[in-house]
C-alpha cells in the first residue's frame, strides 16, 4: 500500500477521534448534568453507563493514536 494512502488513512482516523472526543466532552459537560439533575434514577444509571463506555471509546482512541498507521491491519 502506497504512503499517500496510509496518509490519508492516518489522517482521517485523527479526524474521527477528533470528532469522537468533542462530541464525548459536549455530552459529558453539558448534556449529561442536565440528565442527572432530573434525579431519575434509570437516568442515573443510564448515565454512568454512558461515561463507562466514554472510558473505553478514549482508550481505543489513544490506541489508534499509537498506531500512526504503522500497523498493517491499519493500512
Avoid at 40 to 63: N, P
Wanted: net charge negative; with cysteine; glycine share 6%.
Amino acid at each position: 500500500m502506497g504512503a499517500k494512502v496510509k496518509e490519508k488513512r492516518s489522517s482521517q482516523a485523527e479526524e474521527i477521534c477528533e470528532e469522537l472526543r468533542i462530541h464525548a466532552t459536549v455530552e459529558e459537560e453539558i448534556f449529561y448534568p442536565a440528565v442527572k439533575s432530573v434525579r431519575d434514577k434509570q437516568a442515573g444509571f443510564d448515565v454512568e453507563a454512558a461515561l463507562q463506555e466514554h472510558m473505553q471509546i478514549k482508550a481505543a482512541m489513544d490506541d489508534i493514536r499509537k498506531v500512526e498507521g504503522q500497523e498493517p491491519a491499519f493500512g
